[in-house]
């Protein structure tokens, strides 16, 4: 168990510093739009997560046959969840220090809002992965990709400034 919670932890840095390093190097190459940044760090959080899955959960060629299309169904539709929350971090960063008190409740709803839209997602997702994979399959499966969600956004909201 702590080996797996050492590789959420490790995976969850290295998204960080993969951040940076992107931020840095923009920096000195042409800037990238907040569209372009959202896609790179999907891209890469959605290998990570479906890696970090496959080497903890051991399925028979069957199982994975049915199980990873719809894995990757799963992931196009958290993508649209997590893009509007990356946004959302990135408008509040660049505004953060002029919101009024309307806007910032504003903010805290919408981020509330995704919260119960995620677990929505997990708990429909939960009946599908069940019709191709045993219960504690799934559990494992939902329980790391929940970690791995957890993991993420410790990382990415420690770097938001708190509100004034």
Do not use: C
């Amino acid at each position: 168990m702590r080996d797996i919670l050492a590789l959420f932890i490790a995976t969850a840095v290295l998204a960080g510093s993969a951040l940076v390093r992107g931020e840095q190097s923009q920096s000195a190459a042409a800037p990238q739009s907040v569209d372009d940044v959202v896609k790179a760090v999907r891209s890469d959080l959605q290998s990570k997560r479906a890696d970090v899955i496959a080497k903890n959960v051991t399925l028979t060629a069957e199982q994975a046959v049915a199980f990873w299309p719809l894995f990757n169904q799963y992931q196009q539709e958290q993508n649209a969840i997590m893009d509007e929350q990356m946004k959302a971090m990135q408008r509040y960063v660049d505004f953060y220090q002029t919101l009024d008190d309307a806007e910032a409740m504003a903010l805290l709803n919408a981020h509330f809002d995704r919260d119960q839209r995620m677990n929505a997602l997990r708990q429909r997702w939960l009946g599908e992965f069940l019709k191709v994979l045993p219960p504690r399959l799934v559990v494992r499966v939902m329980q790391i990709d929940r970690r791995i969600s957890l993991a993420h956004q410790i990382e990415f909201t420690s770097r938001i400034p708190l509100a004034q």
